[in-house]
């Protein structure tokens, strides 16, 4: 079983940026697409972005569309979530997660993803 675990979290300004890094332990982690969902107090967990096994291709949620960009560097078992022009609404704890059925790439439910870190805490000020 993959294990994750995401890192880079902390307080922020708003209009500022934050990287946040998602670890994999086990040789199959470059087999799996990898998503980002963020879920704050009260709130139901929400989607943020995906990645594919390769990491040629990517979706966002609308809501951070163009301001998120994920990447991942397979050889280091690593992916990342590039966040810029940060807003109050992004505070949250961000889990990444693996997509355990591939043939749902493209789906923004939690219900196909899998194997979730414990979170970091991304908090943007006002």
């Known amino acids: 079983q993959v294990q994750l675990r995401e890192s880079g979290g902390g307080l922020v300004q708003a209009g500022g940026s934050l990287r946040l890094s998602c670890a994999a332990s086990g040789p199959i982690f470059s087999s799996y697409a990898i998503g980002w969902f963020r879920q704050a107090p009260g709130m139901e967990r929400e989607f943020v972005a995906a990645i594919s096994w390769s990491g040629a291709n990517t979706y966002y949620a609308d809501s951070v569309e163009g301001r998120f960009t994920m990447s991942r560097d397979n050889g280091k078992n690593t992916v990342d979530l590039q966040m810029s022009s940060l807003k109050p609404e992004d505070t949250a704890v961000y889990h990444c997660?693996?997509?355990?059925?591939?043939?749902?790439?493209?789906?923004?439910?939690?219900?196909?993803?899998?194997?979730w870190g414990q979170g970091t805490q991304v908090t943007v000020s006002s």
């Open positions: 997660a693996v997509l355990q059925t591939p043939t749902y790439w493209g789906t923004k439910s939690s219900t196909y993803f899998g194997s």
